[in-house]
């Protein structure tokens, strides 16, 4: 097989690893700090990639012209499901919490179903069928979009996390949580916050995969799966980990597909889960609790 | 699960009680696809036949394309002075459990025969059942052998085995080839990795050797049919030199494939499917002229048929712009095969009805070949396949040359000159 084959291979699946890394962010950022799992990602992911299909297809607007305003309406959604649903549920047992995201997730994807059907839509803009020629490389266009997105994006979260007063406050709950209540943070309205932004960078991570794959209802189930095994690979609750976790699978993935057989690939992504489970269970990233 | 009735002649009065209507208000929001009220005549009862069919999860286009089939059955079937039939639509969610669990309800609901479910693996499990419980089932799409190979007494098969399509896609690409003039000297075979896939697959290597094609196969790719990205599939079958492709796909990936090749700058020679995907209305819609060049080796309909002639006519009223297709003339024909049964029966016995299958003889049909029969295992083993090309959004027949209205194009014109 010409070596060039695995370049390209790998360079794709770096591609998509880190939109699949941009996607589990958002998970992790709210487990990081919340310490809610929020089964309704994926879902939540689906809801951006509908509005994206729906946008281009009445409205003539590219994805990329989607992606403030779907990160921002994800971002109300997140923002209003901590303070109406998940807020009460902070302090209860974990299958409580469990069962009410479920709830969501499961009414999230009926409601599309009945709003957009069981068929899979797509985005086909002017360049969905472009690709760049580099020497004997050949890189998609959109998923080379999609990922230079993705880093920009986390670029931007680990900055606001870093440097900003907010963000400082949302990492001092998640560092303390009774200090926080103690020097005075409205703790319920940063952890409102802190869903919104989860949500809205897997808004943003749906824009960016509606330019590489179809969406159907079904998918969300599947991504929150894909997420939470990126972000346990990472290391639950690490950012740097959930893009790390991301770029692994996406790599593996494609790699096992070249090297072993296509069917494979999940079967490695998910071999490489328990492996981390069984000799760095806090993740590849992660910190050791207890 | 939604009741519908089809067929008859003009109603005595309709059967849509207060609770046959709450049950169907209340599962229009689990079932996907629905069709218009045909009318139940006061002649004898409606025979209750439960169509599964896969019309959410990753096959839902296709199934909700088999249920315009069912749709527009119930005025043909009365023109052909049938009895009618009460349709009980259920979801398989493209999924065999489900399929099963919905099979058994839908007996449990009354259903006294069964149609469906496009899938190989679906229409296995639903075997499964009917035989369990004495219904009789006519499958409609469905190509993996042993489903009629298990010696069932209630499974009826009216579409080729594997086989069988196998037999009869490389005899008619024998056929292409020699008219183009041209064949691709290398394939890559590339297939999903569902029951029908691997049921094609294992066909392959008995089928193939006794063809003398032009043609090697260079690498067998075997695939998720439920894939997101076939990229990595598409660069190794690249990579391997080959200059056509010989497929057995499913819808969503035949437009990720075609999507993929024309990113990954490849266009083969030759693009050979032997199943569904690559002619459907969806593909030849989504694609536009990306869709242009594909042969699909498939079980088709003879247009020179009176009745193909008057399913084309009620599809083009039904859904205008939608071209006829295997998913519409099979389910069409299994529900055509339940009502001639049901006449020659006279009784909604499961066991009278299951005779009267096997016994059928239906000259006045669809599909190529001589008509509708079975043989013991309750195989029709008289269809045939049909070569079809996509040009400029539309299919023409290209092979066998009998029943032809068009001549192959090959090579295909390459994608970034479209």
């Known amino acids: 097989m010409p070596t060039e084959i695995y370049l390209n291979v790998a360079v794709n699946g770096l591609l998509t690893g880190l939109v699949y890394g941009l996607m589990a962010l958002g998970l992790s950022v709210i487990f990081g700090v919340v310490r809610v799992v929020n089964f309704a990602h994926g879902e939540m992911m689906t809801l951006a990639m509908y509005a994206t299909v729906v946008a281009f297809a009445s409205l003539g607007l590219d994805p990329f012209l989607m992606l403030v305003p779907a990160a921002a309406a994800l971002f109300a959604l997140g923002y209003l499901l901590q303070v109406g649903i998940i807020n009460p549920f902070i302090n209860r047992p974990e299958h409580s919490q469990f069962m009410l995201l479920v709830a969501v997730a499961t009414i999230l994807v009926n409601l599309q179903l009945i709003l957009f059907g069981p068929d899979a839509r797509s985005v086909q803009t002017s360049y969905s069928f472009d690709s760049f020629l580099v020497g004997s490389l050949i890189v998609d266009a959109s998923k080379a979009y999609a990922g230079a997105t993705a880093v920009l994006i986390a670029g931007a979260l680990f900055a606001f996390f870093r440097f900003t007063v907010i963000g400082k406050a949302i990492r001092a709950c998640a560092d303390n949580y009774t200090g926080a209540l103690v020097v005075g943070l409205d703790v319920k309205r940063l952890y409102a916050l802190t869903f919104g932004l989860g949500a809205a960078c897997v808004g943003a991570a749906g824009v960016m995969l509606s330019l590489v794959i179809d969406v159907t209802p079904a998918l969300g189930p599947a991504y929150t799966l894909l997420a939470f095994v990126i972000v346990i690979t990472g290391g639950l609750g690490s950012m740097p980990g959930a893009l790390l976790g991301g770029v692994l699978i996406g790599l593996t993935e494609a790699l096992a597909g070249l090297l072993y057989t296509p069917s494979a690939k999940s079967m490695f992504a998910f071999g490489i889960l328990v492996l981390v489970l069984l000799f760095r269970p806090q993740g590849i990233l992660g910190k050791r609790i207890g | ?418």
């Not at chain 2, 080839?177 to 075979?189: R, Y």
């Not at chain 2, 660069?235 to 010989?246: Q, R, S, V, Y």
Request: aromatic share 6%; with cysteine.
């Open chain 2, 1 to 418: 699960m939604t009741n519908r009735k089809l067929g008859g002649k003009l109603p005595a009065r309709t059967s849509l009680s207060r609770r046959t209507f709450a049950t169907g208000l209340g599962a229009a929001g689990i079932v996907a696809g629905t069709s218009p009220f045909s009318i139940v005549r006061a002649q004898g009862a409606a025979l209750k036949v439960g169509v599964l069919l896969p019309r959410s999860g990753v096959q839902a286009g296709i199934g909700q394309d088999c249920h315009r089939g069912v749709e527009i059955a119930g005025d043909i079937l009365r023109g052909l002075d049938l009895p009618p039939l009460e349709i009980m639509n259920g979801d398989t969610e493209s999924n065999a459990d489900v399929a099963r669990a919905r099979a058994e309800r839908l007996i449990g609901e009354g259903a006294q025969l069964l149609v469906g479910a496009f899938d190989s693996g679906q229409s296995t499990a639903i075997a499964q059942v009917a035989e369990q419980k004495g219904i009789p089932y006519v499958i409609n799409i469905a190509a993996a052998p042993p489903i009629t190979e298990q010696g069932y007494k209630f499974v009826f098969r009216n579409f080729p085995t594997a086989p069988m399509i196998l037999t009869d896609a490389f005899a008619n690409q024998k056929e292409v080839f020699a008219i183009a003039g041209t064949a691709p000297k290398a394939v890559v075979f590339m297939h999903v990795n569902d029951t029908f896939g691997t049921s094609m697959a294992k066909g392959i290597g008995g089928v193939f050797p006794k063809f003398e094609l032009p043609y090697k196969i260079a690498d067998t790719i075997a695939y998720d049919p439920a894939a997101r990205d076939l990229s990595v599939e598409v660069a190794k079958a690249k990579a391997t030199g080959a200059d056509g492709l010989l497929l057995v796909s499913r819808l969503n990936d035949a437009m990720l494939l075609t999507r993929e090749l024309v990113k990954q700058r490849w266009t083969p020679t030759a693009i050979l499917s032997m199943g569904p995907g690559w002619y459907e209305d969806q593909y030849l819609k989504t694609l536009g002229k990306l869709a242009d060049g594909p042969l699909s080796f498939v079980p088709w309909y003879d247009p020179n048929k009176k009745l193909s002639k008057t399913l084309e006519a009620a599809l083009a009223k039904a859904h205008p712009g939608v071209n006829l297709n295997t998913n519409h003339i099979f389910t069409f024909e299994a529900l055509l095969i339940a009502a001639d049964a049901y006449k020659r029966a006279g009784s909604t016995d499961p066991k009278a009805l299951a005779d009267a299958i096997r016994t059928a003889s239906i000259k006045d049909n669809v599909s190529i070949g001589p008509g509708i029969s079975f043989d013991a295992k309750g195989q029709n083993m008289t269809l045939k396949n049909a070569a079809l090309q996509n040009r400029a959004g539309k299919l023409v027949t290209v092979a066998p040359t009998v029943a032809a209205n068009a001549k192959p194009e090959l090579p295909m014109a390459p994608y970034d000159k479209r």
